[in-house]
């Protein structure tokens, strides 16, 4: 089992920057990709960038923007989510995500809002 817990979230007024973080514990070494989703207010959630042994990707919205990169040490796995350039359009609720081979994981989400 994973327990996932993020922090970063915040208000930020337009082309500023942000950085989430995500820590997860417990099966740590059983994990084989992290993620980073937003869901915005009507809308579906929706992937924003994956990593994992082969790399990374983004969805095309993000893209030059966000960089996703993780790191580990022996109790914990984190993954990072740096925002920069921010628009008024990346105001959602962002939640880490993360996969092992048996199951997949959700945080509890952390508000980004961008606003002047």
């Known amino acids: 089992h994973v327990q996932l817990v993020e922090s970063g979230g915040g208000l930020v007024q337009p082309g500023g920057s942000l950085r989430l973080s995500c820590a997860a514990s417990?099966?740590?070494?059983?994990?084989?990709?992290m993620a980073w989703y937003r869901q915005a207010p009507g809308k579906e959630r929706a992937l924003v960038a994956v990593?994992?042994?082969?790399?990374?990707?983004?969805a095309d919205s993000v893209k030059g923007r966000f960089t996703i990169s993780s790191s580990r040490d022996n109790t914990k796995n984190t993954v990072y989510l740096q925002m920069n350039s921010l628009k008024p359009e990346d105001t959602a609720v962002y939640y880490c995500?993360?996969?092992?081979?048996?199951?997949?994981?959700w945080g509890q989400g952390t508000q980004v809002t961008v606003s002047s």
């Open positions: 995500n993360v996969a092992t081979r048996a199951d997949y994981y």
């Open positions: 417990g099966s740590i070494f059983s994990i084989d990709v």
């Open positions: 990593i994992n042994s082969g790399g990374t990707n983004y």
